[in-house]
């Protein structure tokens, strides 16, 4: 979460995005945050990727570096809208409102999988 703060700072985006440098600076450090999210997530789970005649590192399968980013944001987002809306239902981004929407969207997604559809 430092990182993204630092990042932030460093563009000074805190309070508005400038799209070449958000695209530049801040998507690049996410990637970062990412690839080492992931070898985080491997450490802590002693998981791998295994592909049949392969195996990949979580930090290389595209689902745990997606994860890992989801992760990272999530405490971020948690983080940010906790400081500035609270947590009361009230307000339409406070942290639970926030976290209210990342589960529906997750939920979504695996109601897809259920039913066999594709996004």
Not at 13 to 19: H, P, R
Not at 57 to 86: C, F, N, Q, Y
Request: aromatic letters at 6%; one cysteine or more; proline letters at 3%.
């Amino acid at each position: 979460m430092k990182r993204i703060e630092s990042v932030l700072g460093t563009i000074k985006a805190a309070d508005k995005v400038q799209e070449n440098q958000w695209q530049e600076v801040v998507g690049r450090e996410l990637n970062e945050i990412s690839k080492d999210c992931a070898k985080e997530l491997q450490t802590g789970t002693g998981q791998i990727c295994n592909k049949g005649d392969y195996e990949l590192g979580l930090d290389e399968w595209p689902p745990t570096r997606i994860l890992s980013l989801i992760l990272v944001l999530s405490a971020w987002v948690g983080w940010i809208m906790h400081e500035k809306h609270g947590s009361s239902d009230e307000h339409p981004f406070s942290s639970r409102a926030c976290l209210r929407m990342i589960q529906e969207a997750f939920d979504y997604g695996v109601h897809l999988s259920v039913h066999k559809q594709i996004p």
